[in-house]
């Protein structure tokens, strides 16, 4: 079983109880045999950044993209290794194109973006532990170094002495708090708002704020950078998987069906260049429901891509209905050992369902 070795992260609510509840009295495995006889489906985990729980007083961009600690990963690893049955997403892809059944308790284990704590941290773990794992790079950020925009804008939220915030392309204008906590929520309602636009505005805006700020992107800070091309070969040739997350993380459908198609192509392009292999993976970044549609999947399947996955969260059936959807389980990182080991055992009860977002705009309270 995971280890308790941290005393943060239990779950809440009834949901959380359940979890916490079938984890401390051993009702997983029972549960987990009689749910593999009637139920077969793949889990596919979702995955951002490894890495110690920094101050959040002085850490400077978003918490939320921490998945977990290295402590907690390592266990996590141990605990799919033990009962459940590891794949590679291209053994998936495999099986769906025979038409063959995959094993029970099939999971598959994703990164998004490329952030380097992904080669520093999970990586050595997962090589460790024999265990394959998918990490989606976008190309455009491995090439400059430069941190992902959403990231930058947390950044220089926290960070800008501005006494406003004007965002028209948001309709908002607020007062910048003064308190760190306040700051970070008003962050992440704006996140969530600007996903509503159209992608090139989006950038446009941190761009804009960039400027207006003095704060430019084109660095390479410590705390949130992508990995190097070395170092994304480097896990290639020890066997793990590389996939797409397009150029520079754009919201695919969010861009012009051109731009959109030009995007997924070079992504492809690119990766098949820097890995002398083809690429047949794709993460479409943000992942929700407005980042992806029909044009982007009949795009990424033209592209030459075999199989794609979602930030929508929930499991797959066999065989996939939607091979070019295919649904993950995310990682967080206040998740106990037990909530996450009855997420993986019971992932419709105990894992957050996914909002749809197409009519709904997060309040800013400051």
Request: charged content about 25%; hydrophobic content about 40%.
């Amino acid at each position: 079983m995971l280890a308790q070795e941290e005393g943060h992260g239990r779950a809440s609510g009834i949901r959380g109880r359940m979890a916490e509840l079938c984890y401390s009295t051993g009702a997983l495995l029972p549960l987990q045999r009689v749910r593999a006889w009637w139920q077969k489906d793949l889990r596919i985990l979702a995955y951002h950044r490894v890495m110690p729980l920094p101050d959040a007083a002085t850490f400077d961009f978003d918490l939320e993209l921490i998945s977990t600690t290295p402590e907690r990963f390592r266990a996590q690893m141990l605990h799919v290794k033990q009962h459940f049955v590891p794949l590679r997403l291209t053994d998936v892809a495999a099986a769906l194109n025979s038409g063959a059944a995959l094993p029970p308790d099939a999971v598959v284990i994703t990164f998004d973006d490329g952030y380097d704590d992904n080669y520093h941290i999970a990586y050595p773990i997962l090589r460790e532990l024999n265990i394959p794992a998918t990490f989606f790079v976008s190309t455009g950020h491995i090439d400059t170094g430069k941190p992902f925009g959403y990231d930058w804008l947390v950044h220089m939220i926290l960070l800008t002495t501005a006494p406003r915030l004007v965002l028209p392309e948001i309709d908002m204008d607020v007062p910048m708090p003064h308190e760190r906590d306040l700051r970070r929520s008003l962050a992440g309602a704006i996140l969530k708002n600007m996903k509503s636009i159209d992608a090139m505005k989006q950038e446009a805006m941190i761009a804009r704020l960039e400027n207006e700020w003095q704060m430019p992107s084109n660095v390479r800070p410590q705390d949130c950078r992508p990995m190097t091309w070395d170092q994304v070969r480097d896990m290639h040739a020890a066997g793990f998987e590389i996939g797409s997350h397009g150029v520079y993380h754009r919201m695919l459908a969010k861009l012009p069906r051109e731009r959109m198609e030009e995007e997924v192509r070079r992504s492809k392009a690119t990766l098949d260049l820097e890995l002398g292999a083809f690429s047949t993976l794709m993460s479409y970044p943000v992942g929700g429901d407005r980042a992806f549609d029909d044009a982007v999947m009949d795009a990424t399947r033209n592209a030459g891509f075999q199989l794609a996955v979602c930030y929508i969260c929930g499991t797959n059936p066999q065989p996939a209905s939607n091979r070019y959807a295919l649904r993950r389980l995310p990682v967080e990182r206040m998740m106990s050992p037990g909530w996450f080991a009855a997420m993986l055992t019971l992932p419709s009860l105990v894992s957050y369902p996914t909002a749809h977002h197409e009519s709904t705009r997060e309040q800013v309270h400051v």
